[in-house]
């Protein structure tokens, strides 16, 4: 089964300062897709970015950036300048391949908590 | 406003008790999925609906059941409740081939307290 982990539970960065978060994960698949989630204290999940696999040019959403690394499944969020509306807990999630059937949930990991200082 | 509502926001009840927590999917969106999210946890995997049927189980309680509605709403039975039922329920939806294009659409989910 696949797993994801995010070895960071807490994090915190100054404003404007830059942030890495940290996901690696666990397949035996070679084409999936991977994404991170942003979760505010109003509990909304928020799509932030998403990487597909067989892609090797990292994905750019704005101030935010992912390093994927396929090979050392590794998978990590970089936020730029942060703000202060960045603070939320941000997940880790992995794309299960399509089964035939068309099963297509997410597996996610346990989250970093991200605070922004002013 | 994502398009998924859930209702209801919040729920308070003893244990033994039988809940019904509903969704309904972004207009177009076929796939309905839920997930549960404890404390301290990220959002475990429960059930997959797509047009009405079965796609997926997770690891899901058989004291809980699901159903898709011919409206494509969802409801998400939860019985013989226990303390340790007590989470954060989301619902998501997605179009289910462009999901990994568009990702899912979460609603704000219902937050269940069991007493």
């Known amino acids: 089964a696949q797993t994801v982990t995010q070895s960071q539970p807490e994090m915190s960065v100054q404003e404007a300062e830059t942030v890495t978060l940290s996901c690696t994960y666990d397949t035996s698949e070679s084409d999936y897709y991977l994404f991170w989630y942003k979760q505010p204290p109003s509990r909304q999940m928020i799509l932030v970015i998403r990487?597909?696999?067989?892609?090797?040019q990292n994905a750019t959403e704005n101030r935010f950036s992912v390093n994927f690394q396929k090979a050392a499944k590794s998978f990590s969020l970089k936020i730029s300048d942060s703000q202060l509306g960045d603070a939320a807990m941000y997940f880790c999630a992995y794309r299960t391949p399509s089964s035939g059937a068309g099963s297509y949930q997410l597996t996610f990991g346990k989250g970093t908590k991200l605070s922004v200082i002013p | 406003d994502s398009g998924v509502t859930q209702t209801p926001k919040h729920l308070i009840t003893a244990t033994g008790q039988r809940v019904t927590l509903r969704c309904s999917p972004r207009s177009g969106d076929l796939s309905v999925y839920w997930y549960q999210q404890s404390l301290d946890q990220g959002l475990q995997f429960l059930i997959q609906y797509y047009n009405g049927e079965e796609r997926a189980k997770g690891n899901i309680l058989e004291r809980f059941s699901a159903q898709q509605f011919p409206d494509l709403h969802s409801e998400l039975n939860l019985s013989s409740l226990e303390l340790g039922d007590s989470a954060l329920y989301f619902c998501a939806s997605s179009l289910l081939d462009t999901s990994a294009i568009y990702g899912y659409t979460f609603g704000s989910g219902t937050r269940l307290t069991v007493v």
């Open positions: 990487q597909e696999a067989y892609k090797q």
